[in-house]
């Protein structure tokens, strides 16, 4: 018989969401008036999972460098400190030296956003588990942007708290509930912590998580671990922003596995046959006050975004965030 190994694949937001990004966003603006601004875009791919397919590596990087200069020049045409450091410019050096400016207060700004894509990294064999430390790919081979480090950062320099106020990882694994305490532990949550293996595709969607926890410390090693809590600075973000949105971070990212922005959703979940890089073009052009002329909130974006990519449902209902496969999950053949 041919086994096959199935992972969910969906985002959670963090103000936290569920499309397995994990957002913790509120209803809040991307916009906050007077204030000084800053947005990056970053990212990078790992070329080793390409050796065998240059041409799907070709083509994903390809796209991944048009969506990060599009969202740059969104957040640029609205008055934002904008700098485009996909590819070659996302080293370590340079993102933690951005994120030691960003958190020093003499440097005057109060607002970051930040998007990331690529691949993620986890240290797997050092604790913490079920991942141990997650962590990105970057340009330099061998070396990895970690959560540790990033939270050492965005809490660095006398700032009070994280300025990285909206985070869009679009990543692997970054944004999942991976831990049921502030101590650690974890529940084993088939398809989330570990693929489940079987010759068919299991039933239902992947919607059941028992652990509530994306982040906490480390005892063994005075540090963090998770991406959203290394980014917003906190572990107090609603765990579903959709549906409960609160407070002033938003952190939208994926629990397990994410597509590529050249995939399509998968049958029967679109209409439309459009690419995922359009959902991330037009949230960021909804949320930045392109579309209506002011800019709104996280949930309608992420509403807009699902409308307009994933289009009519059944009848004339068309997709809004909640009922899009980047909320409800899917299952995905691993093997």
């Given at each position: 018989?041919?086994?096959?190994?199935?992972?969910?694949?969906?985002?959670?937001?963090?103000?936290?969401?569920?499309?397995?990004?994990?957002?913790?966003?509120?209803?809040?603006?991307?916009?906050?008036?007077?204030?000084?601004?800053?947005?990056?875009?970053?990212?990078?791919?790992?070329?080793?999972?390409?050796?065998?397919?240059?041409?799907?590596?070709?083509?994903?990087?390809?796209?991944?460098?048009?969506?990060?200069?599009?969202?740059?020049?969104?957040?640029?045409?609205?008055?934002?400190?904008?700098?485009?450091?996909?590819?070659?410019?996302?080293?370590?050096?340079?993102?933690?030296?951005?994120?030691?400016?960003?958190?020093?207060?003499?440097?005057?700004?109060?607002?970051?956003?930040?998007?990331?894509?690529?691949?993620?990294?986890?240290?797997?064999?050092?604790?913490?588990?079920?991942?141990?430390?997650?962590?990105?790919?970057?340009?330099?081979?061998?070396?990895?942007?970690?959560?540790?480090?990033?939270?050492?950062?965005?809490?660095?320099?006398?700032?009070?708290?994280?300025?990285?106020?909206?985070?869009?990882?679009?990543?692997?694994?970054?944004?999942?509930?991976?831990?049921?305490?502030?101590?650690?532990?974890?529940?084993?949550?088939?398809?989330?912590?570990?693929?489940?293996?079987?010759?068919?595709?299991?039933?239902?969607?992947?919607?059941?998580?028992?652990?509530?926890?994306?982040?906490?410390?480390?005892?063994?090693?005075?540090?963090?671990?998770?991406?959203?809590?290394?980014?917003?600075?906190?572990?107090?973000?609603?765990?579903?922003?959709?549906?409960?949105?609160?407070?002033?971070?938003?952190?939208?990212?994926?629990?397990?596995?994410?597509?590529?922005?050249?995939?399509?959703?998968?049958?029967?979940?679109?209409?439309?046959?459009?690419?995922?890089?359009?959902?991330?073009?037009?949230?960021?052009?909804?949320?930045?006050?392109?579309?209506?002329?002011?800019?709104?909130?996280v949930n309608n974006s992420l509403n807009y975004a699902a409308e307009?990519?994933?289009?009519?449902?059944?009848?004339?209902t068309y997709y809004n965030f909640g009922t899009s496969v980047l909320n409800t999950g899917q299952w995905l053949n691993k093997s």
């Open positions: 018989m041919f086994i096959v190994k199935y992972m969910a694949q969906k985002i959670v937001a963090c103000l936290i969401l569920s499309f397995f990004a994990l957002t913790i966003f509120t209803g809040i603006s991307v916009d906050s008036a007077n204030a000084t601004k800053i947005a990056m875009e970053w990212g990078h791919l790992n070329y080793n999972l390409y050796v065998n397919n240059q041409t799907r590596f070709n083509n994903e990087r390809a796209w991944e460098t048009t969506i990060c200069a599009n969202v740059n020049s969104m957040f640029a045409g609205r008055g934002w400190s904008s700098s485009n450091s996909y590819g070659n410019p996302t080293t370590p050096i340079n993102v933690y030296n951005v994120l030691n400016n960003v958190a020093n207060p003499s440097n005057g700004v109060t607002t970051a956003a930040t998007f990331w894509v690529g691949d993620y990294y986890p240290s797997m064999s050092a604790l913490p588990t079920p991942y141990g430390q997650l962590g990105c790919y970057t340009s330099v081979n061998g070396s990895y942007v970690w959560d540790h480090e990033i939270y050492s950062r965005t809490t660095a320099n006398g700032a009070r708290a994280s300025k990285q106020h909206f985070t869009l990882m679009w990543t692997c694994a970054n944004g999942g509930l991976y831990w049921r305490s502030a101590q650690g532990g974890y529940n084993v949550i088939m398809g989330i912590t570990f693929p489940i293996v079987q010759s068919t595709k299991p039933t239902g969607t992947p919607n059941t998580n028992t652990n509530t926890f994306y982040g906490h410390s480390v005892s063994s090693t005075n540090s963090i671990v998770g991406m959203p809590y290394a980014w917003t600075g906190t572990t107090g973000m609603s765990l579903n922003g959709y549906s409960s949105p609160s407070g002033s971070y938003t952190y939208i990212g994926w629990e397990c596995n994410s597509p590529f922005m050249i995939d399509t959703p998968p049958a029967g979940a679109s209409s439309t046959n459009l690419q995922y890089l359009y959902f991330v073009y037009n949230f960021y052009n909804y949320a930045l006050g392109y579309v209506t002329g002011s800019h709104e909130t307009t990519t994933f289009g009519v449902r059944t009848g004339n």
